[in-house]
Each structure stands twice: as structure tokens, then as C-alpha cells.
């Protein structure tokens, strides 16, 4: 069965995950982990149009509209099939997520990316996938009020823009140092209103944004895709 991703649920002091806090710190977007520049945009940016339907008097549409934008990108970042950030990783290939799997993958990573590294993933794919190692002999898990969770003892970051392993082939958990990724933001064209045929009544507010998100370093970030 198929589950569908559900956002964690956030409250003042931090998220539910596996039944324990998660500090709001641990979740971030690829471009708040990453590095990121503004430039020009050119033949190999990415297109990313947001669209929405509002009232025709609702008030603060163009706010709403890069709100949107924001969101979509950030996903866009990480999803796009083809310039996506798991369109550029080299991913092992899985049955299902093990405790060797998750060695394997922070193994493969070099000495030179280790100081910095950090698992990346859903928060759904943590509940589900990674709890049932808490009481594995391999004490692969651990997490405190100071660091949150951990795995290999190596920082767990939580986005709700990864894939949450409800359907295969997906690259569910990335591991590596994050310093080697780089977005270039190259800005957004104005927002467009037209009236919405399909839904009477409303306007269609659309904006584009253009991006491009580079691994500097293949070796610096791999990952685990699931393809059972």
C-alpha cells in the first residue's frame, strides 16, 4: 500500500517525529543547506511556474503568489526530473532501507566530505523507515535536546520537499556534505491574473521562476533510492 506524504505537524517548541520533539533548526530547505548566488538565467535554467486561484477582490494575490513560488522552487530543486538535485546524485540502488544500506551509503562518502555530512530526508521517512532501528544492536539512531536526532552520529536535516517513500524508485535519504551543492537563483517574471474559465467566480494568479541547482562534487552527496 501507498502511503501519501503528510507534512509534519509543527508547534512552538518543534515537530513529532517518532513520537519525540524534533527541533525546528533540523528542518531546511535545499537552499537553506546548500549554497546559493543570484545570476543570470540561460539555457540550462530551470522553469518553474506557480499557479493558484484567489478571488477576484482577495487582497495581497502578488504576496501570495511569491509565497507559492517559494515553495514550489524549494521542491523543484530537489524533484525536478531532470535538473533536480536526485536527477544529479548517484544513488544505491535498495530493496528496502536496512542498517547496512545506511552504512553502506555514509561509507561511500570520502574522508574529505565526513566533517560536514549530514543525512537528508522526509520526516516521514524517518517514522517510518528509520525508528525501527532505536533498538537495533547497531545503535545506529540516537537523538538528545541538544543535537536532535542523529544517525552514525551524523545530524538528521528534515525536509518535507524530499520524497517520502510512497512509491518506488524514489531516492529517499541523501547523505553527504551539503556545502557542495549550489543553487543559482535567477529570479521571476511578474505575476500574471486571468480569469479562471474552469472554476467560475475566481482568477488564475501564475508566476515563473527561474533556478538551477549544481552538485559541485558527485562524490560529496550520494544517496539511497528504493526501488521495492
Request: neutral net charge; aromatic residues 6%.
Amino acid at each position: 500500500m501507498h502511503h501519501a506524504c503528510r507534512r509534519a505537524s509543527k508547534s512552538s517548541g518543534g515537530a513529532v517525529a517518532g513520537n519525540k520533539e524534533v527541533h525546528m533548526n533540523q528542518f531546511k530547505s535545499i537552499r537553506e543547506l546548500g549554497k546559493v548566488r543570484n545570476t543570470a538565467r540561460n539555457q540550462d535554467s530551470m522553469l518553474v511556474t506557480s499557479r493558484r486561484y484567489h478571488s477576484p477582490d482577495a487582497a495581497n494575490k502578488e504576496e501570495w503568489a511569491q509565497h507559492v513560488m517559494k515553495h514550489d522552487m524549494d521542491r523543484a530543486l530537489i524533484r525536478n526530473e531532470d535538473k533536480g538535485l536526485l536527477a544529479q546524485v548517484e544513488a544505491q540502488c535498495v530493496s528496502e532501507i536496512t542498517e547496512e544500506a545506511i552504512i553502506t551509503l555514509w561509507q561511500s562518502i570520502p574522508r574529505q566530505h565526513q566533517a560536514n555530512a549530514a543525512f537528508y530526508m522526509n520526516v516521514v521517512t524517518h517514522n517510518k523507515q528509520l525508528d525501527k532501528f532505536r533498538n537495533s544492536p547497531y545503535h545506529l539512531m540516537s537523538s538528545d535536546r541538544t543535537y536532535g536526532f542523529q544517525l552514525l552520529n551524523k545530524p538528521i536535516v528534515f525536509s518535507n520537499d524530499m520524497p517520502c517513500g510512497s512509491s518506488s524508485n524514489e531516492v529517499a535519504i541523501l547523505y553527504g556534505d551539503f556545502s557542495q551543492v549550489e543553487v543559482l537563483q535567477q529570479g521571476t517574471d511578474p505575476v500574471q491574473e486571468h480569469e479562471c474559465i474552469t472554476f467560475p467566480g475566481t482568477v488564475e494568479v501564475s508566476m515563473d521562476g527561474y533556478a538551477q541547482v549544481r552538485l559541485l562534487d558527485r562524490q560529496a552527496v550520494k544517496g539511497l533510492r528504493v526501488t521495492g
